[in-house]
């Protein structure tokens, strides 16, 4: 024990610490530092995207507050949006109504718009929907109302601005087409087509769920001679299949077939009603990113971190719907929009569509005389610096 | 109501007390829901300091989704309860 040099004095140690009864203070050794830095890393990402999505929203939120702050009176009714909704291929529609509830909601309600949504399950329902709108109008059919509600309503002053949203490319692109459809396409549904000896026999057509199926429906119909050369061409296509009896379970009725093809838009015969319009509601795309798979997770992990960017660019589209600013449809440049989106799709989907025809996958094609009479809505230059409004400034 | 002069009694097919009274309770109850839905979306809706008379569009559109809400939750809670009713007895 004498041969040990004289140890030294333990070092002074903090009065705090003692009186606290801490033994030492230390800092985390490797394997700790390791942890905690990814932990408080990816809650650091996830906290710093949260709030700058809610800045971000709050901004487009505070430009266009203003409109809801004007006196209504008592007989006026809020301006009407429509919004069309299509869930992702492969994919439910909850995912579309999130992204409509979380993006475009808050800037519609911050700005007083009432908004009817029009959702769809299947393909084809949206471009049904507007198309039979677009025909109701042109027959002349578009008031509805009894006696008692024209008493009602009379008085009301409507808003007749409107405007449409449609949340992805598929309703942006059936919203498209319906517009077409309804306007050049004809009144009443096309025959489907006969054959000789046909009987008044009903109940053979198969309901499947899919609009896909139409083309074999079709040629069954013919075999079975459905609808006879005397029957009223009024009865659509749809009512025909649901009044047949069948004793299997009940599949929903298939979406009715656009009543004028795309190769014959060109052809089609310029209706008077659309003559004397000049302007259809403006119209605007919304993107709605959606990647599946599993192969595609460091992107989706990429786009789960960075969803403030998101909440900017569809609060910046909801916005120029807000302050209605517009300008002239340009095929060349609106057609394209959201061809990124078109990308992400499934593969194995898009094949079966092709193969199968389904609508999504069809050309996108509007016609003349249509697109001279649209308007996408976009913020102009004065409001945000950032974007382009003349063609030549879009193409660069 | 019935202008039959003083003691007169009511005729043959006049009114049934028990219906006036049914009637009454409805008309009480409908008053009721009339008050209540407009205190909560007043409250809901409109804020307590204002400059201008006019309801602006977003109270407007407030209050329509507030009484659209509200008469929805009724009609919910009263299927319900008739449910119960059915199911009980």
Same mark, same amino acid.
């Given at each position: 024990?004498?041969?040990?040099?004289?140890?030294?004095?333990?070092?002074?140690?903090?009065?705090?610490?003692?009186?606290?009864?801490?033994?030492?203070?230390?800092?985390?050794?490797?394997?700790?530092?390791?942890?905690?830095?990814?932990?408080?890393? &990816?809650?650091?990402?996830?906290?710093?995207?949260?709030?700058?999505?809610?800045?971000?929203?709050?901004?487009?939120?505070?430009?266009? $507050?203003?409109? *809801?702050?004007?006196?209504?009176?008592?007989?006026?009714?809020?301006?009407?949006?429509?919004?069309?909704? #299509?869930?992702?291929?492969? !994919?439910?529609?909850?995912?579309?109504? !999130?992204?409509?509830?979380?993006?475009?909601?808050? /800037?519609?309600?911050?700005?007083?718009? !009432?908004?009817?949504?029009?959702?769809?399950?299947?393909?084809?329902?949206?471009?049904?929907?507007?198309?039979?709108?677009?025909?109701?109008?042109?027959?002349?059919?578009?008031?509805?109302?009894?006696?008692?509600?024209?008493?009602?309503?009379?008085?009301?002053?409507?808003?007749?601005?409107?405007?449409?949203?449609?949340?992805?490319?598929? *309703?942006?692109?059936?919203? @498209?087409?319906?517009?077409?459809?309804?306007?050049?396409?004809?009144?009443?549904?096309?025959?489907?087509?006969?054959?000789?000896?046909?009987?008044?026999?009903?109940?053979?057509?198969?309901?499947?769920?899919?609009?896909?199926?139409?083309?074999?429906? #079709?040629?069954?119909? #013919?075999?079975?001679?459905?609808?006879?050369?005397?029957?009223?061409?009024?009865?659509? =296509?749809?009512?025909?299949?649901?009044?047949?009896?069948?004793?299997?379970? !009940?599949?929903?009725?298939?979406?009715?077939?656009?009543?004028?093809?795309?190769?014959?838009?060109?052809?089609?015969?310029? =209706?008077?009603? @659309?003559?004397?319009?000049?302007?259809?509601?403006?119209?605007?795309?919304?993107?709605?990113?959606?990647?599946?798979?599993?192969?595609?997770?460091?992107?989706?992990?990429?786009?789960?971190?960075?969803?403030?960017?998101?909440?900017?660019?569809?609060?910046?589209?909801? #916005?120029?719907?807000?302050?209605?600013?517009?300008?002239?449809?340009?095929?060349? &440049?609106?057609?394209?929009?959201?061809?990124?989106?078109?990308?992400?799709?499934?593969?194995?989907?898009?094949?079966?569509?092709?193969?199968?025809? $389904?609508?999504?996958?069809?050309?996108?094609?509007?016609?003349?005389?249509?697109?001279?009479?649209?308007?996408?809505?976009?913020?102009?230059?004065?409001?945000?610096?950032?974007?382009?409004?003349?063609?030549?400034?879009?193409?660069? | 109501?019935?202008?039959?002069?003083?003691?007169?009694?009511?005729?043959?097919?006049?009114?049934?007390?028990?219906?006036?009274?049914?009637?009454?309770?409805?008309?009480?109850? &409908?008053?009721?829901?009339?008050?209540?839905?407009?205190?909560?979306?007043?409250?809901?809706?409109?804020?307590?300091?204002?400059?201008?008379?006019?309801?602006?569009?977003?109270?407007?559109?407030?209050?329509?989704?507030? &009484?659209?809400?509200?008469?929805?939750?009724?009609?919910? /809670?009263?299927?319900?309860?008739?449910?119960?009713?059915?199911?009980?007895?």
């Amino acid at each position: 024990m004498s041969t040990e040099p004289p140890k030294p004095s333990p070092p002074p140690r903090n009065p705090v610490l003692v009186a606290l009864g801490i033994p030492r203070l230390r800092l985390p050794g490797r394997n700790m530092s390791i942890f905690l830095g990814t932990v408080l890393g &990816i809650s650091g990402m996830i906290y710093y995207d949260r709030k700058n999505r809610r800045l971000n929203r709050q901004k487009w939120k505070d430009r266009v $507050s203003y409109l *809801a702050k004007e006196p209504l009176q008592v007989n006026e009714l809020p301006r009407k949006v429509k919004v069309f909704v #299509a869930p992702p291929p492969g !994919d439910h529609i909850d995912i579309t109504i !999130d992204h409509f509830t979380q993006y475009i909601k808050p /800037i519609l309600t911050a700005a007083a718009i !009432d908004w009817e949504m029009v959702q769809a399950t299947r393909q084809g329902e949206i471009r049904y929907h507007v198309a039979e709108q677009i025909r109701k109008q042109r027959r002349g059919e578009a008031d509805s109302r009894d006696e008692l509600m024209k008493a009602v309503t009379d008085g009301l002053k409507y808003d007749s601005e409107g405007g449409v949203i449609c949340v992805g490319r598929g *309703a942006y692109k059936e919203y @498209l087409h319906g517009l077409n459809e309804g306007w050049l396409g004809p009144l009443e549904p096309p025959m489907p087509p006969e054959t000789e000896g046909s009987v008044e026999v009903r109940g053979l057509l198969e309901s499947g769920d899919d609009v896909t199926q139409k083309a074999t429906e #079709a040629s069954k119909a #013919a075999d079975a001679g459905l609808v006879t050369p005397q029957s009223p061409p009024a009865e659509p =296509p749809k009512s025909t299949e649901e009044t047949e009896t069948r004793e299997k379970e !009940d599949k929903k009725p298939s979406v009715p077939k656009p009543y004028i093809s795309q190769a014959d838009y060109e052809s089609a015969p310029m =209706p008077a009603e @659309l003559a004397q319009i000049t302007s259809f509601e403006p119209i605007v795309y919304i993107p709605h990113p959606h990647l599946l798979g599993f192969l595609n997770t460091p992107t989706r992990t990429y786009r789960f971190f960075t969803k403030r960017e998101l909440a900017d660019r569809c609060g910046r589209l909801t #916005a120029s719907v807000a302050l209605s600013q517009s300008r002239p449809f340009v095929s060349r &440049i609106d057609l394209a929009q959201g061809v990124e989106e078109e990308a992400e799709w499934p593969k194995k989907w898009k094949e079966t569509a092709l193969e199968k025809g $389904s609508e999504w996958m069809q050309d996108f094609v509007v016609d003349d005389r249509i697109a001279e009479r649209l308007r996408v809505y976009q913020l102009g230059h004065s409001e945000d610096g950032s974007s382009p409004t003349t063609v030549a400034a879009m193409e660069e | 109501m019935s202008f039959f002069g003083m003691g007169a009694r009511p005729p043959a097919t006049g009114y049934d007390e028990n219906k006036i009274n049914g009637i009454k309770g409805e008309m009480l109850m &409908i008053q009721q829901m009339k008050d209540k839905a407009s205190l909560i979306c007043l409250e809901k809706c409109v804020p307590n300091y204002y400059s201008d008379g006019d309801l602006n569009k977003g109270e407007s559109n407030c209050v329509d989704r507030c &009484i659209g809400k509200f008469f929805q939750t009724i009609k919910v /809670i009263g299927t319900e309860m008739q449910k119960q009713q059915q199911g009980g007895v």
